[in-house]
């Protein structure tokens, strides 16, 4: 091997090595950078003071006091000794400035307190209808306090209309509580025509509670029981014209069964 042609090899392996190391550096560098990125937030340990003075302050409603805690490491789902968390509190003082700041920093809006009691819960028991809508995009709907109530439920029993509206398109309407009652069946003894009205068209009528009664027994108000009657007649009527295979078979509701009927070719005989 001539001189010129050994030192042309030399470099070209000293530069495959150099390339190497390169790759392997970079390679290093993109997992160190992938594992920090994709490491959960370790909150540092606090005292249990600091913890009360970011509770006191959520309660005494000090946004700037709670965001220095929080953005000096402290964790937005701190809780008090009844498990009530920053966003349960604020929830329930009705803060909306301060319920936006925690769920932006990603304070869990699902977290129940003792008594089963979400943020969305105690804001629907209160009737705010700006934090309702925060909370909205992210809360489930379905979670029962331990007496079975549901956002729904409280928001009818408390006669708040316009929470009732943003709720009802995402809950159960006929979920029960621990006393077998629906939220129809809870505006229906509150006497409320305007949130009865709404909720009926998709409740079931025909659910009981554990004392037997309907949402039609539970109100004595006379345009709630005229409007629940010619509901349940009207539904009885379309249901004596489904077809008897679909009754046994399927179970179609009533309103289901009355677009089926008024197809062509459909006959209750079929």
Request: aromatic share 8%.
């Amino acid at each position: 091997m001539t001189l010129k042609k050994r030192a042309f090899t030399t470099k070209y392996k000293y530069l495959n090595k150099k390339g190497i190391r390169i790759k392997i550096r970079t390679t290093v560098f993109k997992f160190v950078v992938f594992s920090i990125l994709s490491t959960p937030i370790i909150h540092a340990a606090f005292s249990f003071e600091e913890k009360q003075e970011l509770l006191e302050a959520v309660k005494n409603g000090n946004l700037g006091r709670v965001q220095k805690f929080i953005e000096g490491g402290m964790d937005p789902n701190t809780a008090d000794n009844r498990r009530k968390t920053l966003l349960i509190l604020a929830s329930d003082r009705r803060d909306g400035k301060m319920v936006k700041f925690l769920l932006e920093r990603k304070a869990n809006h699902d977290s129940q307190d003792h008594k089963g009691s979400t943020a969305l819960i105690w804001a629907s028991f209160k009737g705010n209808d700006e934090v309702i809508k925060l909370l909205l995009p992210y809360s489930n709907l379905d979670l029962e306090d331990t007496e079975g109530q549901t956002a729904l439920m409280l928001a009818s029993f408390k006669k708040n209309y316009k929470i009732v509206q943003l709720l009802l398109p995402r809950s159960n309407l006929d979920s029960q509580n621990k006393q077998g009652k629906t939220a129809l069946m809870l505006a229906s003894f509150k006497g409320n025509y305007k949130i009865v009205q709404l909720l009926f068209p998709c409740s079931n009528l025909d659910l009981r509670n554990k004392l037997k009664q309907t949402a039609l027994d539970m109100t004595v108000d006379p345009s709630i029981r005229k409007m629940i009657s010619e509901e349940m007649n009207r539904r009885k009527k379309i249901t004596a014209k489904i077809p008897p295979f679909l009754q046994e078979a399927h179970g179609v509701p009533p309103e289901i069964a009355e677009i089926i009927l008024k197809m062509e070719g459909a006959k209750p005989s079929e």
